[in-house]
Nanobody, 117 residues
Framework: VQLQASGGGLVQAGGSLRLSCTAS????????MGWFRQAPGKERERVAS????????YYADSVKGRFTISRDNTKNTVYLQMNSLKPEDTAVYLC???????????WGQGALVTVSS
């Protein structure tokens, strides 16, 4: 599986963005998918993840109620809908796939999200 993320950009506080991550390969539907972010000077954190069947999701407390992760296994794509964005959401967002643990996992390139106040 190889991952390609898109959808980052500059948005004002309170706005919305949707990130997409499309995977190549035939095993996408077997992988748990996640979105992580890393801001300057901060550790990488898992923002949201979704199980292979989309039956289970995880959200960091900081994004609960504002972000929604979803996946379309027919399109080999996972999405992160981000609403009510805050300046502290500014970071490079990375998508990842795993069959077991996130370390090492499979990582795509980052998508920069900048939220202005």
């Amino acid at each position: 599986v190889q991952l390609q993320a898109s959808g980052g950009g500059l948005v004002q506080a309170g706005g919305s963005l949707r990130l997409s991550c499309t995977a190549s390969g035939r095993t996408f539907s077997q992988h748990r998918m996640g979105w992580f972010r890393q801001a300057p000077g901060k550790e990488r954190e898992r923002v949201a993840s979704v199980s292979a069947s989309a039956g289970g999701t995880y959200y960091a407390d900081s994004v609960k109620g504002r972000f929604t992760i979803s996946r379309d296994n027919t399109k080999n794509t996972v999405y992160l809908q981000m609403n009510s964005l805050k300046p502290e959401d500014t970071a490079v967002y990375l998508c990842a796939a795993t069959l077991a643990n996130w370390n090492p996992g499979i990582w795509g390139q980052g998508a920069l999200v900048t939220v202005s106040s």
